[in-house]
């Protein structure tokens, strides 16, 4: 190469520095994003031990506080999370939402809601309306209250939730693997004793893909706001 054509090339400039992102809500997207992740192989490797929703509930708040905390790049900066937040009015009734995670001061917000279900549980078709329940609260809390951004997380062992079922509660309220869910769509089984007058309304669409980890398989949903 010429001197010529030396001094005729560009310098590269230096490549962008990959720091966290100034919106504070995709901050809580990455929080969350790498809080499940730790959550599910602190499970499956043991460190956690989980049998039912409660301990779900707390070791989850706990990594996501945890994590949070490192995403606070300010001296104001204030990450917090808080467990069992009541909404005064969900359909009628008082809902607590498993976990809500906010930055104060930028006043952006998540609400989550768990579901923890084993094989030796059953009462998989509970279990599934109850499911769809917790994802409509989630998208309520999202248009009604303020939050910005919502999550819905279920682990289980039961792969009565993962397979397609053929007749029943399961062909309605679809929660198998690769299911979709059609926007501003209603869900109910009337045959189903105990909840034969539950009625769910989701807003948004929906695609369930389970990961699986030796027995155990884990779903996240992300739930924007309506409108």
Known sequence: MTLAAIKNMKQEKPKEANLLPKDYVQRIEEILDLSWR????????GRHQISK????QHYFAHIISVIGEQFCTKRDDIFVVDLETKLDDVKGKNKYLDITCSFLKQNVSCAIELKFKTAQQGAQDHGRIDAFVDIEAVEIACD??????????????????????EKGVGTVFTIHHGARTEANANFQYPKSRGRENVIVNLKNPYHFKWEQADKWFFLELKIKKCS
């Open 53 to 56: 929703e409660a301990p779900f």
């Open 38 to 45: 730790i959550l599910k192989t602190r499970f499956i490797d």
């Open 144 to 165: 009604r209250y303020g939050y910005d951004i919502g999550r819905f997380y279920m682990i289980t062992d039961s792969t009565a939730y993962i397979n397609r079922s």
